[in-house]
């Protein structure tokens, strides 16, 4: 296996983007990527998406985007891995390139969710869990995050108003991403006071869907030091799976998959959670904030809530999260948003965060998590140079 880093960063605003079609916002941000890196062409692209068949009726995104990207010939695929289908896209790449398959590799997270009514889009979401005992029975995963909400207050006694710096820090640094959806700084008041969606999960409790589209251009080290500027190395691509129903887990608040992924990661890397800069971490809901802190290593159980309420995972603070607004305020476009968080990070190793920069950062690390964390992928990325 050779050493695999990033030459290329592309990405689309996310939003409701009536004049743009899926294949459009896929075509601009590989486009882009490969503008970025310097490069004309890959070998091989691999689109992570998951909902172009039920929302869209589109599928054969390989060989639509290679075509619209003007990249027609050239090996291309799609895989699904529910929300953690970007993430696993980056995998599949970064495999292909790391074992000397092919030299150049883009992986794209693309999503066009807006278009139909929100009842389609929760319908078609609803897919990534258990169809006989879950979606079939009703339960969304807004109920299934709530159930896990009231279950972690339940044991450690938090109100609900104790998840709100998770929301209020996404918030805050999404107003400095010109890629954001969400734009806004929220208060802890506007998160005690929001609308009611599944108790105790509210509207701030949750991520946004939104279009959008993300690309990376991998190749192997040796052409990274050639083309100069900043080496961004990834020192880890991890992945792990659990039980895709909830009632099927010995313990609902140990979500196994992002244990194993992360210390899969942290091995490959050679790293520990204390030497990690940034988490980019999938914060769809503020529960699943808090149990990926504690599954991940930064915090023991029941401690992910209050990493958040001492201010520790703010851009000053021991672990920052969702440092362009993660989720929750850039938008969750979600077959995109795995890779969305490897660019954000990619950023953030580059120095090119703009405001939202963390100084002297050399490792970032990205979880892009499926379902109720039934997929997870993890990455570890590097600075070099």
Known sequence: ???????????????????????????????SALKDAGIEAPQLLVVGNMLSGSLSHQENLGALLADYAGLRGIEALKVEAACA????????????????????????????????????????LAA????????????????????????YMHEFGYRREDF????????????????????????????????????????????????GAAALVLGPMDLARRLGGA???????????????????????????????????????GVGPQDIDLFELHDAFTIMSALSLEGAGF???????RLALEGEIGLEGRIPISTMGGLKARGHPVGATGVYQIVEAALQLRGQAGENQIPNCRLAMTQNIGGSGANVVTHILERLA
């Open 1 to 31: 296996m050779r050493d695999v880093a990033i030459l290329g960063l592309g990405q689309t605003p996310v939003g409701e983007h009536w004049d743009l079609s899926l294949r459009d916002l896929g075509a601009q941000a590989i486009v």
């Open 299 to 305: 915090a023991p159980r029941g401690g992910g809530v």
């Open 231 to 269: 080496v961004i190395r990834i020192a880890a691509s991890a992945s792990a799976t659990d039980s895709v129903a909830l009632h099927d887990r010995r313990d609902p608040l140990e979500v196994r998959a992002i244990y194993l992924s992360a210390q899969r990661a942290y091995a490959q890397a």
């Open 128 to 151: 990534a869990a258990d169809d006989l005992f879950e979606s079939d029975q009703g339960i969304s995963f807004v109920a299934l995050n709530a159930m896990l909400m009231r279950r």
């Open 85 to 124: 289908s970007g993430a696993m896209a980056v995998r599949m790449a970064y495999l292909a390139v790391a074992g000397g398959m092919v030299d150049i590799a883009v992986a794209c997270g693309v999503e066009k969710m807006t278009d139909g009514s929100s009842e389609e889009t929760t319908t078609a």
């Open 164 to 211: 709100a710096e998770f929301a209020v820090n996404a918030h805050r640094n999404a107003a400095r991403n010109p890629n954001a959806m969400f734009r806004r700084p929220i208060t802890p008041q506007a998160f005690a006071e929001a609308k009611m969606i599944a108790t105790p999960i509210s509207l701030l409790d949750s991520a946004g869907i939104g279009d």
